[in-house]
């Protein structure tokens, strides 16, 4: 939801500020026909003296403007001046560190002068370079302005002449860089707002792929949910019928083992000789059995028995 309010506020201030640069861009265009129509007429009013004139005040731009770099560079000098002291008097803290019989041997303080040291000779270079330039744009500057007080001389008359024309020119140049400024700064606005945009809509496509991996990782388990109970279920029918008995087979296989321990029962003799049901032997064979035990003291087994 923030992401969605983050995307239509960028969209709105896209289409607010490109209708601010539509109309800041139609009025320069505007101002800008104005300009050539005006200074179309107002020279075709004056004639010559304008052409004859243009030297000097395009002389008077060059010499502003080599002021303006002559401002500039005195601005540099002083900078570079100012941190060239500041180096020094590092330096000179350094040194009488250094020079300090407790500190003679500390190699902070010697790191600390060696540092200082190199910001000198670097400020130095700076200050050097920036008092060459700075000499060089004053003799521009310099030989601007007496340019400018040559042709004001030599072309006084037509300067006076043509000066409405280059005046409504200048009015006019000051109003266009208003207007362009104006234009640049809008267009650094919608490009912000654009980038803004381009951010949450794609914060928005990766939360809804993430909302579809796990709509579908949701409908895989749900899909595999089924076959899951049915081996539970198989595994719980399983148990039961485990619970419930053996199977018949399991069962045939107990009776042949008790029939086989059965079995085994009546091959031993001692357990013949506890049986007490008389029936099931020959009197015969009793009293021989007696018999041979008294008279041998030994015991023999014989398969006379009948079942």
Not at 182 to 192: D, H, I, M, P
Request: aromatic share 4%; charged share 30%.
């Amino acid at each position: 939801q923030e992401e969605l309010e983050h995307l239509n506020q960028a969209n709105e201030e896209i289409n607010r500020v490109e209708l601010q640069l539509d109309d800041a861009r139609s009025a320069y265009r505007r101002v800008l026909s104005e300009s050539a129509r005006r200074l179309n007429a107002q020279g075709s009013r004056l004639g010559a003296c304008i052409d004859k004139a243009r030297p000097y005040y395009e002389a008077r731009r060059l010499a502003k403007e080599a002021q303006q770099e002559t401002q500039k560079a005195a601005l540099r000098y002083e900078r570079a001046v100012s941190m060239h002291n500041a180096a020094r008097e590092m330096v000179f803290v350094a040194e009488q560190g250094v020079m300090a019989d407790k500190n003679r041997l500390d190699p902070t303080w010697q790191e600390m002068l060696n540092h200082a040291t190199c910001k000198v000779n670097e400020a130095e270079e700076e200050r050097l370079r920036s008092e060459r330039e700075h000499q060089r744009v004053t003799r521009l500057c310099q030989q601007a302005e007496a340019k400018v007080q040559a042709l004001q001389k030599s072309l006084k008359r037509v300067i006076v002449k043509s000066k409405p024309y280059f005046e409504l020119k200048a009015q006019f140049n000051q109003i266009l860089e208003e207007h362009k400024a104006k234009v640049t700064a809008l267009e650094r606005c919608v490009s912000q707002a654009k980038t803004r945009y381009s951010v949450a809509l794609r914060n928005l496509e990766q939360i809804s792929e993430q909302i579809h991996a796990r709509r579908l990782q949701r409908l895989i388990l749900r899909r595999a949910s089924p076959v899951g109970a049915e081996a539970g279920g198989q595994e719980a029918g399983g148990a039961g019928r485990g619970a419930e008995g053996p199977p018949a087979d399991a069962l045939s296989v107990l009776s042949l083992q008790t029939i086989a321990s059965d079995l085994q029962k009546f091959d031993s003799v001692e357990h013949l000789l506890g049986l007490s049901d008389a029936a099931s032997l020959n009197s015969d064979e009793m009293e021989e059995r007696d018999r041979r035990r008294g008279g041998s003291g030994r015991f023999k087994h014989h398969r006379s028995i009948s079942l």
